[in-house]
């Protein structure tokens, strides 16, 4: 079982607002990365660290963090924007790498 | 920029080592600025961090896969491996490699949780 919770899924209509939540205790201490992972496609990294966006990302995506619960907020979801979403951070040690179990992303 | 490649058998038997290859281009597997991790991901299923290893040979695994896994670097192949034993239907799943740009901060270095770039991953199959 995995150390971080997400909702297995969330709906969104297109253009607008949606948040995706990770919780688990670790995120008190650490924060959680952020991957989109379509069908058949690797995973890619949307956020990092506090709220860093890798190049080529866009700006609709951001994140935040609150006590332990991290969000990935999109602002304006797009068609495009319809996948799989994991979080990721480091387990309660803080030695290892640990995975939340995905949320699928409906966009209306 | 980065790429990686993954190489390796799509069928293993069980009780079979799994044996898979990472490729890196763009950059050296010797780097001190690397971590070299494998993910994989069973079908229709979650991502699992399998471990990690640094250009020094320091490694880092999962502890409910450590028993079973070695990872390796090869620096005169620019590649590095991934060792799986003794392995069941279970351990089907599309195994990826990535990389963890270690980052530093405050005067001191760390190795991040986040992974980028990814390869683009290998099916492997667990089937007699």
């Known amino acids: 079982s995995s150390e971080l919770t997400q909702d297995p899924a969330v709906s969104v209509a297109l253009g607008q607002t949606v948040r995706i939540t990770c919780q688990g205790d670790?995120?008190?201490?650490?924060?959680a990365s952020w991957y989109q992972q379509k069908p058949g496609q690797a995973p890619v990294l949307v956020i990092y660290g506090k709220n860093n966006r890798p190049s080529g990302i866009p700006d609709r995506f951001s994140g935040s963090s609150s006590g332990n619960t991290a969000s990935l907020t999109i602002t304006g979801a797009q068609a495009e924007d319809e996948a799989d979403y994991y979080c990721n951070s480091r387990d309660s040690s803080g030695n290892l790498v640990v995975f939340g179990g995905g949320t699928k992303l409906t966009v209306l | 920029q980065l790429q990686l490649q993954e190489s390796g058998p799509g069928l293993v038997k069980p009780s079979e080592t799994l044996s898979l290859t990472c490729t890196v281009s763009?950059?050296?597997?010797?780097?001190?600025?690397?971590?070299w991790g494998w993910i994989r991901q069973p079908p229709g299923k979650g991502l699992e961090w399998i471990g990690s290893?640094?250009?020094?040979?320091?490694?880092y695994y999962n502890p409910s896969l450590k028993s079973r896994v070695t990872i390796s670097v090869d620096t005169s192949k620019n590649q590095f491996s991934l060792k799986l034993s003794s392995v069941t239907a279970a351990d089907t799943a599309v195994y990826y490699c990535?990389?963890?740009?270690?980052?530093?901060?405050?005067?001191?270095?760390?190795?991040?949780?986040?992974?980028?770039?990814w390869g683009q991953g290998t099916l492997v199959t667990v089937s007699s």
């Open positions: 290893i640094y250009y020094s040979g320091s490694t």
């Open positions: 763009g950059g050296s597997i010797s780097s001190s600025s690397y971590y």
């Open positions: 990535a990389t963890q740009r270690r980052y530093c901060s405050g005067g001191s270095c760390y190795r991040p949780n986040w992974f980028d770039p």
């Open positions: 670790s995120l008190r201490s650490y924060y």
